[in-house]
């Protein structure tokens, strides 16, 4: 079971850890910034659900169950589709702000 998911289920770790890294990544640098906006935040616990998940599921994998699995990549996927809706709606609303808008804490 090791060999199964170092081979086919290590591109979605990989995956789920990136996701997991970059969202804690942009959290932090903005968070030493300025204000965090609330999607980066929801981002960010979708990542940590999906990372929940994934970790799971390969415990799952490695009791041998056939019961876990199921769940455990439903609560996978529900995170990578928080993350996905939270950075799309916080690019919308970035792009309703305009090119105009310039942020005086970084304004040269």
């Known amino acids: 079971m ?5 081979t086919v289920h ?5 995956g789920v850890v990136g996701v997991f890294l970059t969202t804690t990544w942009a959290l932090v640098d903005r ?10 935040r929801v981002a960010f616990a979708g990542a940590a659900v999906s990372t929940a998940g994934e970790a799971w599921h390969a415990y799952g994998h490695l009791r041998l169950s056939t019961h876990i699995s199921p769940i455990a990549e439903a609560t996978a996927g529900f995170g990578l589709v928080v993350v ?14 305009g090119a ?5 804490r970084r304004a040269a």
């Open 31 to 40: 968070m030493g910034r300025s204000r965090t906006g609330i999607a980066l």
């Open 100 to 104: 105009d808008h310039v942020d005086e």
């Open 10 to 14: 290590l591109p979605i770790y990989m």
């Open 84 to 97: 996905v809706i939270a950075v799309w709606l916080d690019g919308r609303r970035a792009r309703r702000r």
């Open 2 to 6: 090791v060999s199964h998911l170092s």
